[in-house]
């Protein structure tokens, strides 16, 4: 093949590239916002957990069982990867988990793992925990003014407060998916809780006592 030839192919090559790129990004934040909605929806109605069936239909296929199940208890999840865009050196790896468990065919809790691996130290977690209480539960760490940059952040929270604070919980920017440099701390994978300090570290944006913002009332009362 002659060297013209060569150049046409690596352009039209390129062109295809550059019109992906773009392209694929926008179904991928897609298909994570939809997933980060789903959990959401799972929780809308109080005190009324929906059947397997239900959930299934929220994923339309796309859940994968964990592990063995037993008639009683199962578990499963669901992933939205950037592997493709991190194969071409576009990105960082990160991921988008949602995992969930039933039980007697009803669902009963959730986590939720935006990981990121542009943290030059080590992989960084933003974790979500949805899980019934005693009444309504919002626990974060790190909950300090100042913390690590390569600290992962994890939020526990009851369906009751999930509901009440639903785009604090669930607010994670899903561009870190597809952002050329990636996202390399928790305040950027879950802004709506954390922030990033000029310093380099990150600070908790919500107020709270030593990471509860929300708790059982007895406890609650307690640390007034």
């Not at 561009?175 to 954390?194: F, I, K, M, Y």
Request: aromatic share 10%; with cysteine.
């Amino acid at each position: 093949m002659s060297r013209m030839r060569w150049f046409g192919l690596a352009a039209v090559c390129l062109g295809v590239a550059i019109s992906f790129i773009p392209f694929y990004s926008m179904l991928l934040r897609k298909r994570a916002e939809s997933l980060i909605r789903n959990t959401s929806i799972l929780y809308q109605h109080p005190g009324n957990a929906p059947a397997i069936r239900t959930v299934q239909a929220l994923y339309k296929g796309e859940l994968t069982q964990k592990g063995d199940c037993t008639p009683d208890y199962c578990s499963y999840e669901v992933v939205v990867s950037n592997r493709i865009l991190a194969a071409l050196h576009w990105t960082p790896y990160s991921e988008l988990r949602s995992e969930f468990w039933v039980k007697n065919g009803v669902f009963e809790t959730s986590i939720l793992d935006f990981t990121s691996s542009a943290n030059p130290v080590h992989s960084i977690v933003g974790h979500v925990y949805i899980q019934d209480g005693d009444g309504p539960l919002f626990d974060l760490h790190p909950w300090m003014d100042s913390s690590p940059t390569d600290t992962n952040g994890i939020v526990s929270v009851s369906p009751e407060s999930l509901r009440a604070h639903e785009q604090t919980v669930l607010g994670f920017d899903t561009r870190c998916l597809t952002s050329h440099r990636g996202c390399s701390s928790v305040a950027e994978l879950l802004p709506t809780v954390w922030e990033q300090k000029k310093d380099g570290g990150v600070r908790c944006r919500l107020h709270n006592h030593k990471g509860l913002i929300e708790g059982p009332k007895w406890l609650w009362d307690a640390l007034q």
